[in-house]
């Protein structure tokens, strides 16, 4: 289960530094500074997309987090919808970044059932 964690944290960090970075690489005496003005994103499409999915993320990632360790603290096995987690949340970013409404949408339910059902399961 503790490898649920650390590849969620992975994840966060992919999302909030790692990939926004790389998407505005030609901005890097920005990201240097002391970022004293906002940067313009607005031409920026993926990097919107980006910033988005990450805000989203930080939504569940609490509760992913909180469940996570109250299995491990209760040995209660959710390892399967922690993964399942992990997965939908993946896809979420791959598909909010591409544009894919529908399959974005249904990549977010899919990781909410997982917290739901590891929630039952502590309960």
């Known amino acids: 289960m503790e490898i649920y964690i650390i590849y969620a944290l992975g994840l966060t960090l992919l999302q909030l530094w790692i990939i926004p970075m790389a998407l505005n690489f030609k901005n890097l005496g920005w990201m240097m500074s002391n970022r004293d003005e906002d940067l313009d994103i607005s031409s920026m499409l993926y990097l919107q997309r980006i910033n988005k999915s990450t805000a989203n993320l930080y939504e569940s ?43 974005r949408t249904l990549s977010w339910l899919t990781s909410l059932g997982a917290l739901v059902y590891m929630a039952c399961a502590l309960i």
């Open 61 to 103: 990632l609490p509760a992913f987090l909180a469940l996570v360790l109250l299995s491990l603290l209760m040995g209660v096995d959710t390892s399967t919808a922690a993964c399942v987690w992990l997965l939908a949340r993946v896809a979420h970013l791959v598909f909010y970044v591409t544009g894919i409404g529908m399959l």
